[in-house]
């Protein structure tokens, strides 16, 4: 079974340019999540959708940042302008959440890291 | 403020002995917990959880302890092999945050060093 795929794996950019990041979760899971980790810091959650809508996304700095799951399978994450802070890892993670709180296991991609000049 | 705290940035084991990766948590919200491990330039990978109504859960080589009038878990790892040198993420998550309900909130990450 394939996993989450990410895509780009690196990318370099100069400041206030736009940057798109895209992720496609494990075939059938219904939840997907974008989590920004910095250097030396653990993953924090960005946002959360449940199918094509967003229901959490109260970490998303919605100055710059945007992002969509239309079909409810594939995501983009956007950011326009770029700005030298933004350099960090962007995680995608999936999970098939059918009510059972007792497992919430969180598939994770390999990540794209971005490095803003 | 840190939620989930990872104290021991590294540690280094000799193969074949105990690793011992500890995590404390500040939020008595929290009711579920997880271990994942990360290898360079790859995502994390679940490796072990505990719900809040037990204090021990095994899996092989790996056992998860949760300790939570100390709010404290800790993660054992039996023998220690070199390709068990990883960081290792502690996560926590909670049924009542409302709309965040599955949101994992992690430590900053343990990295561990099995000597060969």
């Known amino acids: 079974e394939a996993g989450v795929v990410q895509s780009p794996r690196y990318k370099i950019i100069e400041k206030k340019q736009p940057v798109a990041f895209w992720c496609n979760p494990i075939s059938g899971h219904n939840t997907l999540y974008w989590y920004l980790q910095n250097l030396g810091q653990g993953p924090e959650l960005l946002i959360r959708?449940?199918?094509?809508?967003?229901?959490?996304d109260s970490q998303l700095p919605k100055d710059r940042f945007s992002a969509e799951r239309l079909k409810g399978v594939d995501s983009t994450l956007k950011i326009q302008p770029a700005e030298l802070g933004d350099s960090a890892v962007y995680l995608c993670?999936?999970?098939?959440?059918?009510?059972?709180?007792?497992?919430?296991?969180?598939?994770f991609g390999p990540g794209t890291r971005l490095t803003v000049l | 403020d840190q939620q989930v705290k990872q104290n021991s940035p590294s540690l280094s084991v000799q193969e074949g002995r105990i690793s011992i990766l500890n995590c404390d948590y500040t939020?008595?919200?929290?009711?579920?917990f997880l271990w994942y491990k990360k290898y360079p330039a790859e995502g994390p990978t679940f490796l072990i959880s505990?719900?809040?109504?037990?204090d021990k859960n095994e899996d092989g080589r790996f056992t998860v302890f949760l300790n939570k009038s100390a709010k404290h878990l800790s993660l054992h790892i039996v023998p220690s092999q070199p390709g068990d040198s990883a960081v290792y993420f502690c996560?926590?998550?909670?049924?009542?945050?409302?709309?965040?309900?599955?949101?994992?909130?992690f430590g900053k990450g343990t990295k561990l060093s099995v000597i060969p």
């Open positions: 939020n008595s919200m929290f009711d579920y």
């Open positions: 993670a999936s999970s098939l959440d059918a009510g059972d709180r007792a497992y919430n296991e969180q598939f």
């Open positions: 959708y449940e199918n094509e809508e967003a229901v959490d």
């Open positions: 996560a926590a998550s909670s049924a009542y945050s409302g709309a965040g309900s599955y949101q994992l909130t």
């Open positions: 505990i719900s809040s109504i037990k």
